[in-house]
Structures are given as C-alpha cells and as structure tokens.
C-alpha cells in the first residue's frame, strides 16, 4: 500500500510539473505571436514587390550620388550582410550608393562590407530616404538612370542586370 500511495504522488507531482511547463511554454508562445504581430508591418515579414519602384525618382539625398546601383541595407538585417560583399563586387565598377538604415557595431560592420567604393548614407538620412523610397523590404536593389529614375528593382542582386558603367 504505501508504495501505491507514493506512486500516486509521484504521477501527481509530474502531472503538476507538466501542466506548469505547458503554461510557460503557451506564455511564450503568446509573446512570440505578438512580436511577430508587431513585425509584421517591418520589411521581409509581407509580400513586398520591388517592381512597384519602377519609374519613382531617388530623393535628392541619394540622386546627389550620380550612382546606377542604389542598396537598401538594415544593420540588423542578416541577409544584408550576406549580400554586401557582392554588393561590394559591382560597387567597384559601377557607380553604387549604399543606403544603411540603423546604427551601431552591426552599422558599422555592414558599411565595411560595403566598402570604399561605393557612396553610404546612413543614419537618421537613410531612414528618410528609405521611407521617402517606399522601401519594404531589404536589402532592395535598385537601378537609376541618369536623371535618378528607378528603371529596375529586386530584393537580389543577381536578378539585376549589370548596369552601364559610372561616367
């Protein structure tokens, strides 16, 4: 009898264990699902056309550039520091224009990336070209012509064609 009676309590109290561990699990869940909520207007969280760009003009900010390849980076984008190496490759022959949104050690680390070669506006001016864009996702890519019309636009670099070379 009294080993029942401790079997009894033992399922008990691994019962109890599991319904708390299914609460804090749900808790959790609870937060995720309303930071997700709260993304879900940020870029890379919604189906984004970069196409819609075509044929708006780059603010005056970025047009200053003279650049035929604009990026739109996030420092706390992951896939923007993948894609500014390569980015980083094209700036070296062409006119480029890096647009680096955020601040901080991980701003600085991409703004490396991006290198030397190509022009950067970041800070509170990227923020605002980048709002003034229309820009939904990133990284975007852009192509401009002369006069600093969208003529192209991706969210990958390789669906661009190489533009013309910088004058």
Do not use: N, W
């Amino acid at each position: 009898m009294p080993f029942l009676i401790a079997a009894v309590v033992l399922v008990g109290v691994l019962c109890l264990f599991d319904l708390l561990l299914t609460f804090a699990v749900l808790r959790r869940l609870r937060e995720h699902t309303a930071e997700l909520e709260r993304l879900a207007g940020r870029p890379g969280f919604s189906s984004y056309d970069p196409g819609m760009l075509v044929g708006h003009r780059l603010p005056e900010a970025a047009r200053a550039s003279g650049a035929t390849l604009v990026a739109f980076f996030d420092a706390q984008c992951d896939t923007c520091h993948d894609h500014a190496p390569k980015f980083a490759v094209r700036a070296r022959r062409y006119g480029a224009l890096a647009v680096v949104s955020g601040d901080g050690a991980r701003a600085d680390e991409l703004v490396a990336a991006v290198g030397p070669d190509a022009a950067v506006i970041r800070g509170e001016d990227a923020h605002a070209v980048a709002d003034d864009m229309g820009i939904q996702a990133f990284p975007t890519f852009v192509l401009v012509d002369g006069e600093g019309s969208v003529v192209q636009a991706s969210t990958e670099l390789a669906e661009l064609p190489e533009p013309a070379p910088a004058a």
